[in-house]
């Protein structure tokens, strides 16, 4: 099987593709991260899956794992692994409307990654529509979560890794049409800072505002940062009333490394912030945390069988560990072959300007169906 020779569509896929964006699909709103994994399911099972549907938990949204028919349903195969969470708000579409320009389209989540997620599974529909069965049944898992560090369903990816050979991330591919086969270390923290109120024009210096110090800390933070391990607070939130000093300041902070010892040492740095300056409380709590993954021979063996695929196709396929998360930390760090960044190229991921390169699609749905062709 030529996957050269799969009558791959840019214009099908973007026509299917459309709807899964226009259906917004943000963490922390699990009614819509739902209705997303519904029309997901709704494909699959269009496409002969088994659709298991597993409630969310902890205020997120659910679950699906499809299995596609198979000779060998039931024994070790691939798992595909994506996440249909975003971190774009409801209405964000009305600011990223839809729009084809030139070579790029644009979207929320277009890029990170429902543009991967769409195109494994045509690769699949491809596959499936030339008769050709696979040498090793298909799963595909898509989760809730993952924007935030995958805090509820970390343990669903892993167990279901666990029972596959390999796992396979389309997440976005690299600038360079490279794929990723490592991921730093990420943990997450939260801050919280506890002062005493008063009013802020008749009393103010009776006061301790607890914003002043969430800003003096951020500050420190940010100062951490070396070359081994970057430290940064993306959400702070504090006070209530402009003509109170501010009782409460919360935000959180993600410090990343290369290596695990340097998140170690990161995050021993982090709780030791935690104590009380000027009458004002400082504390900090370790929350989800991704574990490093290193590629080892197994999970290079699997870029090399898809570096040969990419050339067969004419591409090279460049590789490298990343920066960011992705729920292949957790499948990589087990000791599974896993190849990461097998989704659409593109830019400006979490922004207003999120877009994928089109050709992107039929090419990395190319890659996708050479892997699911060949792996054994």
Known sequence: MNPANLPFDSEAMLAGLRTWVECESPTWDANAVNRMLDIAARDMAIMGATIERIAGRQGFGGVIRARFPHPKQGEPGILIAGH?????PVGTIEKLKWRREGGRCYGPGIYDMKGGNYLSLEAIRQLARASFTTPLPIT?????????GTPSTRDIIEAEAARN???????????????T???????RFNLEATGRPSHAGATLSAGRSAIREMARQILAIDAMTTEDCTFSVGVVHGGQWVNCVATTATGEA????KRQADLDRGVERM????????DVTFKV????????WEPDAGTMALYDKARGIAKSLGAELPHASSGGGSDGNFTGAMGIPTLDGLGVRGGNGHTLEEFIEVDSLVERGRLMAGLLATLE
């Open 84 to 88: 249909m969470d975003t971190v774009h």
């Open 140 to 148: 595909v898992l898509f989760t809730p979560d993952e924007e935030v």
């Open 165 to 179: 050979k390999y796992v396979l991330v389309p997440e976005p591919g690299r600038a360079d049409n490279g794929v």
């Open 181 to 187: 086969t490592g991921r730093y270390a990420i943990a």
């Open 254 to 257: 993600l410090p990343m490394a």
């Open 271 to 278: 709780l030791a912030l935690s104590g009380t300056n000027n």
């Open 285 to 292: 709590t370790r929350g989800v945390t991704r574990p490093v």
